[in-house]
């Protein structure tokens, strides 16, 4: 997949800023489509620069690597009439100012651009003059665009004077193919309005696609649903997108959903991974995952056979003979079966089921529960709090592989200090190499220096060879 999947603050309006951004990358998104509104990063607000501050901070500390800014807030700018003014109005400039702030908040956040639509076409206007109107307004939105590097996606939005696709890329050429504006487009928008579907208007916009909006909808009908409730084609959709090699946001957009939010986005996060073009998988894994989907509880036979269906050679043999830091073609196939599994089950069957497969399995099993934890980006509690026990089983085994699996990325997020310094010293006990322990420069601290320490004391009273490993731990608190 080369794009990246996020959900948009619109439908987080009943939750703080900050709230909403830390629940979303809870869910597992990488990136957020950023609506500008009264309680969200108000531009008008006196202390946004500080605002600003705090919100940067979050994004780095959640990993929300990709953002967009997003410009439809209903009444930020006229406290009566929804949307207004736009650049179709009398006097468009509070529109182009908010705009324009919109753009110097977007080079402050390195956001990928800032998306905007045409607005209604009031009822007295003539075709001719908006026309007008908006080509002007559009030029005079490029000229902040340039001077801040920012980009500008225009949204055609059903029942505005620019509803199509092909709108917006004619506008684009009268002006002059500007390379700062390019097309966001809403994939419900396509069911609703275009003539053509929405993996096909993916493929017309091409590499004029800054910005994609994720939701379900109805033919002739203007209403974000969730997946599944409407007539879109989530995984021709989602494949048209990696097809094209966009490398942007595609940002769920449930603007009327925020009294649930949290469930919700839950739901999408989980229709989304579903519906993600398969990668190439190995033809065993394939068939696997296929079984799996129709039954969850098939993984309990499927587990056991990856050996088998896969081989059990190191992924990386030369460097690796063990397998110790990157693990087997087996303990691949299984991972890739836990993640599956993780998207299928709610939180808490995932977990026990997990725990049935690491009780009952052999060493080869275990460890490829182990390693599928290490791959689960933002797991439920319950799947921790599982997790955590099947660490602590592992750690107090002399298995090299099971100790390896489970000093991986599950234990570095998760595991206690007091743990983890103690699993590190397992490593170098039982020889497990270091480069398998993640998250060691970020968690090495002077208490596990100091065990490090006396541990290699012992190793040259004894007169044995301290590991290299242990003499690199020291060597960092040299520095």
């Known amino acids: 997949m080369t794009f990246s999947l996020g959900y948009g603050t619109n439908g987080f309006a009943n939750h703080r800023l900050l709230d909403a951004l830390a629940v979303i990358a809870d869910l597992g998104y990488t990136g957020v489509a950023l609506t500008l509104d009264h309680d969200h990063l108000n531009p008008y607000a006196d202390d946004l620069p500080k605002q600003l501050d705090r919100v940067a901070a979050r994004l780095s500390s959640l990993g929300l690597n990709r953002v967009v800014i997003e410009t439809g807030a209903r009444y930020l700018l006229d406290p009566w009439r ?36 045409s607005g209604v076409k009031p009822k007295e206007l003539d075709d001719a003059t908006a026309a007008s109107r908006l080509r002007e307004g559009l030029q005079n939105l490029l000229l902040p665009a340039e001077a801040l590097g920012v980009r500008v996606g225009m949204e055609p939005e059903p029942g505005h004077f620019v509803q199509h696709l092909r709108q917006v890329l004619d506008l684009r050429e009268q002006l002059g ?26 493929r017309q916009a091409g590499p004029l696609l800054f910005n994609v909006q994720l939701d379900d909808m109805l033919p002739k009908v203007h209403e974000h649903l969730e997946f599944g409730e409407g007539q879109l084609d989530l995984p021709a959709t989602l494949a048209a997108l990696d097809e094209i090699g966009y490398e942007g946001l595609a940002a769920v957009e449930l603007p009327r959903h925020s009294h649930a939010a949290p469930e919700v986005a839950a739901r999408a996060f989980r229709a989304l991974n579903l519906a993600l073009p398969a990668k190439a998988e190995h033809p065993w894994v394939a068939d696997a995952l296929v079984k799996i ?15 088998r269906g896969v081989g059990r050679t190191p992924v990386d043999a030369d460097t690796d003979p063990q397998g110790l830091v990157h693990g087997t073609l087996d303990d691949q196939a299984r991972v890739r079966l836990v993640t599956e599994l993780n998207l299928l089950l709610p939180a808490e069957a995932c977990a026990a089921e997990l725990a049935e497969l690491y009780r009952y399995g052999d060493d080869a ?26 660490v602590a089983d592992a750690l107090r085994t002399n298995d090299t592989r099971l100790v390896a699996a489970a000093m991986g990325a599950f234990a570095g997020r998760h595991l206690d200090a007091h743990s983890w310094r103690h699993g590190v010293l397992k490593c170098l006990f039982t020889g497990v190499p270091l480069a398998a322990v993640a998250e060691l420069d970020r968690r090495i601290d ?18 044995r060879e301290v590991p290299a490993d242990a003499l690199a731990i020291l060597e960092r608190g040299e520095h």
């Open 82 to 117: 929804k949307h207004h003014p736009t650049l179709l109005s009398d006097d468009p400039a509070p529109r182009l100012g908010f705009l324009e702030k919109a753009m110097r908040i977007a080079a402050e956040l390195n956001a990928d651009c800032v998306s905007f639509w």
């Open 177 to 202: 193919n500007h390379e700062l504006f390019g097309v966001t487009l809403d994939v419900g928008h396509c069911v609703a309005v275009e003539p053509v579907d929405a993996a096909e208007c993916v």
């Open 293 to 307: 989907r129709e039954k969850p509880a098939a993984i309990g036979t499927l587990f056991p056979a990856a050996g």
């Open 365 to 390: 099993e275990r460890r490829g529960v182990l390693r599928g934890l290490n791959a689960l980006d933002h797991p439920d509690d319950n799947v921790v709090g599982t997790g955590l026990q099947l």
């Open 446 to 463: 002077d208490e596990l220096r100091r065990m490090v320490s006396d541990y290699a004391a012992e190793r040259s009273a004894a007169g």
